[in-house]
């Protein structure tokens, strides 16, 4: 057992969130210690991910990285439907064969939690699409302008400047005139760092097909989705080219799981932008385990941590780190669970009056629709999504149901049905072609395939929620994430909404719906006696949710806990709703928000 | 089986030319590859690379080397199975249970190794490349393909 010398401020997790923390600590002098529960990240690293992938029989968003059950993390092949009443969990004695056998999540349903995280140096960085959506106004003010949700405790204009500076660290490729929707605004003269990403020949379909089509009085618009790869870059208005030294996309059509060249953005920069400040600090494969509190005072006292040295071998050490200030930056689901789990000294555990750590799960449970053009579209071709239909995020309509985006698809039927194995196997084991038959079948078939992803919107619910198991825990001792999720009438109608535009949309573009399998998700469920599918974002939000009521919220606008005057929760976690766009660079703004609190906190106390 | 033998017989099963299967100037030694899995035992039953290599005898015999491989090795279940799985090896690089039918969804054993999921041809004949490995330039798709592999015999 050992304990850290003292720090400004202790983070827990490596990834999105901490790194982009430590950094701006860093920066400001102050002295920073990151618990990683993963592994480290060298320069290696990704080639023997690419590769892990390559060899990988079934290609998931997980697939590079393999499952270490010291800091284990869910896989989606392990999302099912769930039994009613819930089958226990397998062998939960044996912690490696438990998560093998049945995965990591204790799934307790209704319905499946469809996504999943990584638990590494950088965090699901590794597996991030790249999309840097900006939410749209209406999105932080859901309860006050369609009584639905809550509003959230900060406006678009207050976390404006914050898009900026996350755009600018992660490079973001996009055009501001076309981001211009429904209300988003930018400061005078702002440019992003690179222009937009080029649109795919399916892209400019339907670009070309919807120009005149509309839903609930939206135009279906197309547009190039904003995204943190590299494109051509822009001259800044200081006059300088925007550079930050990594290579073009060359459109490997994988940016999820993994690109291979690292022209998207990933956590491991600015992590090691904050290790080169020369005043951050960081133990890899140490897991946050208890936080420690003086109640006299309420104050968080240090962070107890178990270490490892294999990825299923035995624990090998264990230790508190202290500082002045505490960062819970360890993802949504790990976050809340370790809040909940440190229950020695508060039974409800830490920072949680509210009772509200670990609940208001969310996600943008995904409604797939897939077809086939009429003419050739070429998929598989560019990054996974070029472009999307943005202007479907706002309306009334959500007085009563979710809104959507829309997200293009250039992977043809990969994501809903495996293609192109399946069609392929298909091809050869039933119809039996072979030669040019086969040939000439997958020229006309796979590239007139295309698939669009309806990302809808859901509301916090309080039976949405994670808890750390009672019984089933891993390698190290530390509890698993028991699940309680679904989905309600709100989202459910969202869905029905989704399949309407669907029709739509196929029918402007003369698209012919698919008849293939879909790859079984867990997801399925009934609304109005029709049967939808949801599948996981990997957007994984508001277990320790922002608020102006310490009743009702976990932390205040600027991510610290209304309990503990030196603890603040960062991460997805933080947002109240889950809002229209995929999180991830309104999160790293949070963070970047977060950021300059914890600074000015610290100068104060100095 | 030869080498010879084996990539000739994929040539037809593949509908390829011999100048992609087996190259003069062969980096890749890609046939070799499948050809050293399949003779490995344990991965094909015994005899069965026998009886494949027999029957594509029958096969060219005949003249008509497409048509010889529909009657001497497709419209044999044991041997049509296999032949399945080399189709699939150079589509995807993917090795399915030769014990089961090859059906739509079956879970593929293995990929045989990254150097031949790279170098699957199903990628190139829709005029893309695999998943994870692009040797395109920054912007490519955003114009057609300019030919798809191999062209289109019409």
Redesign the interface.
């Known amino acids: 057992m050992s304990t850290t010398q003292n720090y400004d401020a202790i983070i827990v997790g490596g990834g999105w969130a901490g790194s982009a923390i430590a950094w701006k600590l860093g920066l400001a002098g102050k002295k920073v210690l990151i618990l990683e529960a993963g592994i480290p990240f060298q320069s290696d690293n990704r080639e023997e991910f690419?590769?892990t992938?390559?060899?990988?029989?079934?290609?998931t968003p997980e697939a590079p990285y393999t499952q270490n059950y010291n800091a284990p993390r869910p896989s989606v092949l392990d999302i099912k439907q769930i039994p009613n009443p819930p089958e226990p969990p397998a062998d939960c004695s044996s912690p490696i064969v438990s998560i093998d056998k049945g995965g990591y999540f204790i799934q307790q349903g209704p319905m499946p939690f469809g996504s999943t995280y990584e638990r590494l140096a950088g965090g699901t960085s590794w597996h991030w699409l790249g999309t840097c959506l900006r939410l749209v106004p209406n999105d932080f003010k859901l309860k006050s302008t369609y009584g639905v949700g809550v509003d959230w405790p900060i406006s678009y204009n207050d976390l404006s400047p914050y898009y900026d500076e996350a755009e600018f660290e992660i490079g973001v490729s996009a055009d501001v005139d076309e981001q211009m929707i429904h209300g988003i605004t930018f400061s005078p003269d702002y440019i992003y760092p690179m222009q937009r990403i080029?649109?795919?020949?399916l892209d400019q379909v339907l670009t070309e097909g919807l120009k005149n089509v509309a839903i609930d009085n939206n135009p279906l618009t197309v547009t190039g989705t904003p995204a943190g790869r590299n494109?051509?870059s822009n001259i800044m208005n200081d006059g300088t080219v925007y550079n930050n030294g990594r290579r073009?996309?060359?459109?490997?059509?994988?940016c999820t799981p993994?690109c291979?060249i690292q022209a998207k953005y990933d956590a491991t920069i600015t992590l090691n932008k904050a290790l080169q400040t020369g005043n951050v600090d960081i133990l890899y494969q140490t897991v946050a385990s208890n936080i420690l509190i003086d109640t006299a005072t309420g104050e968080v006292t240090g962070i107890e941590y178990k270490q490892y040295e294999t990825k299923n071998g035995p624990q090998t050490g264990s230790g508190t780190a202290t500082g002045s200030k505490y960062i819970i930056a360890a993802h949504a689901i790990e976050a809340a669970k370790l809040l909940l789990m440190s229950n020695s000294q508060l039974p409800a555990g830490v920072a949680n009056t509210s009772g509200q750590v670990g609940r208001n799960l969310m996600d943008h449970p995904v409604n797939l629709s897939w077809g086939s053009m009429p003419d050739?579209v070429?998929?598989?071709?560019?990054?996974l999504s070029?472009s999307g239909i943005e202007t479907t995020r706002d309306g009334s309509f959500r007085n009563t149901r979710a809104a959507y985006r829309i997200e293009i698809g250039?992977?043809g039927w990969?994501w809903p049905a495996?293609s192109?194995?399946?069609?392929?196997?298909?091809y050869?084991?039933?119809q039996?072609l072979?030669?040019?038959?086969?040939?000439?079948q997958?020229?006309h078939d796979?590239?007139r395939q295309f698939r669009l992803g309806y990302l809808i919107e859901q509301l916090p619910e309080e039976t949405n929620y994670i808890v750390p198991s009672a019984n089933c825990k891993d390698n190290l001792g530390i509890p698993r994430p028991e699940i309680h999720y679904n989905l309600d009438d709100y989202t459910r109608a969202g869905f029905q909404a989704a399949e309407q535009a669907t029709v739509t949309i196929f029918g402007a573009v003369n698209a012919t719906p698919s008849t293939?399998?879909r790859v079984a998700t867990g997801g399925e469920f009934t609304y109005q006696n029709e049967t939808y599918y949801s599948n996981g974002a990997g957007h994984v939000m508001g277990t320790h949710r922002m608020g102006d009521d310490k009743t009702t919220s976990v932390t205040d606008a600027n991510m610290k806990s209304w309990d503990h005057d030196n603890l603040y929760i960062v991460g997805c976690g933080s947002f109240p709703t889950g809002a229209t766009a995929n999180p991830t660079l309104t999160m790293m703004a949070l963070a970047f928000k977060a950021s300059d609190a914890i600074i000015a906190d610290l100068d104060l106390n100095a | 089986m030869t080498l010879n033998d084996f990539a000739n017989l994929s040539v037809?099963?593949?509908?390829?030319p011999l100048s992609t299967i087996l190259p003069q100037l062969d980096t890749q030694h890609q046939a070799e590859e499948f050809l050293e899995f399949l003779q490995t035992p344990g991965n094909v039953p015994a005899g069965e690379m026998d009886n494949l290599a027999a029957a594509w005898q029958k096969a060219t015999a005949s003249g008509d080397p497409?048509q010889g491989?529909k009657t001497y090795i497709?419209a044999d279940v044991t041997l049509?199975r296999l032949?399945?799985n080399i189709?699939?090896l150079w589509?995807?690089g993917?090795w399915?249970d030769l014990a089961t039918?090859?059906?739509?969804?079956?879970?593929?054993?293995?990929?045989i190794?990254?150097k031949a999921?790279?170098n699957g041809l199903?990628?190139g004949?829709?005029?893309?490349?695999p998943?994870?490995?692009?040797?395109?330039?920054?912007?490519?798709?955003?114009?057609?393909?300019p030919f798809?592999n191999?062209q289109?015999?019409n």
Not at chain 1, 378 to 383: K, N, S
Not at chain 2, 12 to 16: A, D, F, K, Q
Not at chain 2, 131 to 145: A, C, D, I, L, R
């Open positions: 690419v590769e992938f390559f060899l990988a029989t079934a290609k080029p649109p795919s020949i494109g051509v073009l996309c060359q459109g490997n059509t994988n993994i291979p050739p070429y998929p598989f071709r560019g990054p070029t250039n992977e990969n495996g192109p194995y399946t069609q392929l196997q298909g050869v084991g039933e039996g072979f030669g040019q038959d086969l040939i000439s997958i020229q796979f590239v293939a399998n | 037809v099963l593949t509908g390829y497409v491989v497709m049509a032949a399945q189709i699939m589509y995807l993917v399915y039918p090859l059906t739509t969804g079956s879970f593929a054993i293995q990929v190794s990254g999921y790279k199903a990628w004949t829709m005029g893309a490349h998943m994870g490995y692009s040797e395109e330039n920054f912007g490519y798709w955003n114009t057609v393909p798809l191999p289109p015999s």
